[in-house]
């Protein structure tokens, strides 16, 4: 099986293509699921939340 290839940002959902300026770092509460953010998301300082832990965080 494949690593994520195509991974959705953590706060809106959305593509993030190998372009995009987003950033990606281990859920700070879990440390087991990447969270992703998009350029967007970096810009208005949305809130992103853990799949697993559901961690919510800026
Ligand atoms: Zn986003
Ligand atoms: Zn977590």
Not at 22 to 38: K, L, Q
Not at 41 to 47: A, G, I, V, W
Request: glycine residues 6%; contains cysteine; hydrophobic residues 25%.
């Amino acid at each position: 099986m494949e690593e994520i290839e195509t991974p959705l940002c953590s706060c809106c959902g959305r593509v993030i293509s190998p372009d995009d300026n987003a950033v990606h770092f281990s859920c700070p509460s879990c440390g087991e699921i990447t969270i992703w953010r998009c350029e967007q998301c970096r810009k208005f300082t949305n809130n992103y939340k853990c799949v697993k832990c559901g961690f919510e965080g800026p």
